[in-house]
């Protein structure tokens, strides 16, 4: 394992607010207290080639050339995450173009197969990246992803190698073996975020089949009626092996875990890369950390003693800073510029 952190200058060091040095408080500071000023993103909506569709919320310059930065958010999150518009309006203060996806589902508005987004949803994030090359075929394209979005990320960039279209890209607090984070988010105080995700998770599920009844939907409908009950589902294990694996073709929760772990991933990575990990991160073991000549040569990965799982909250309590929102605009400029 990675035991201090890598390739980084003392100024990239994190250090938590005062009173904020927990992992647990780190970790709910942005969704339960934090604010971001309101913004306006026009919504472009992308077709799918298998009839299905995904927002995205652009914000930033209009320029052509503009660099854009397509951002990813984590599970049961959206664009209105505050870390996903903290970002764009960090990038936007730099004259960076952003876009941020909103997966399957997500964008408040279901989706129109049984399926929805996963860890492993790499296709998904091709087909946007292709999107927006053609699109704006003059931007230097980048992305970032939080999590499940960094995950996706990090599985696209193995699979990609020299061919993934993106200039550079970011990945913050990912779950590297997602059997290994299974089992941690059931363990101790992270069972309150299980709970969390396992309610919104099946809500999720449950608001599809209305939906899917309501507009008459009946093939869908069909495909989530056999996925059987949704009683009695409490761990990860439970949803991914019952709901995921069947939905989006694995044999059960181990085979999807292992197809999907961006860990297997990491030495296939060709763009310049740079990761973001917290050796407190409540959803993740220290041991499922890559050891170091897992990580190829353009990657650069700074572990830090504190910071929760997408947290990084410094300043202080009165006044409270982002440091990802400093360090994520600051290593892509100096990437861009070479």
Known sequence: MITQLANAS??????????????????????????VKPMERPR???WLDDGDFLDLDWYGPHQVDAPLVLVLHGLTGSSNSPYVAGLQQALAQEGWAS?????????????????????????????????????????????????LGGNVLLKYL????????????????????????ADRIGMGFSKIYQRHFMREMLTYIRDKQRHFQ?????????????????????TF????????????GFVDAKDYYRRASSRYF????????LIIQAEDDPFVFKHSLPEADELSSSTQFELQAKGGHVGFVDGSLKNPGYYLERRIPLWLTTTHRG
């Open 99 to 147: 876009v941020a996806l909103n997966w399957r589902g997500c964008s408040g508005e279901p989706n129109l197969l049984s399926r929805s987004y996963h860890s492993g949803a790499s296709e998904d994030l091709a087909s946007v990246v292709a999107h927006l090359r053609a699109l704006r075929p003059l931007a230097p394209l980048y992305a970032v992803g939080y999590s």
């Open 214 to 234: 309501h507009e008459g939907m009946s093939e869908g409908l069909a495909e989530l009626a056999a996925l059987g009950s949704l009683e009695n589902m409490r």
């Open 237 to 248: 294990w439970d949803f991914d092996g019952r709901v995921t694996a069947p939905l989006h």
């Open 44 to 46: 472009e909506r992308v």
């Open 10 to 35: 003392f100024a990239n060091r994190f250090v938590p607010a005062s009173g904020l040095g927990n992992p647990h408080l780190q970790t709910l500071w942005g969704p339960l207290w934090r604010r």
């Open 158 to 181: 193995g699979e990609s190698g020299h061919n993934s279209d993106l200039l550079g890209a970011v990945a913050v607090s990912v779950p590297f073996r997602l059997d290994e984070c």
């Open 266 to 273: 990491l030495g296939e990575i060709r763009t310049p890369t």
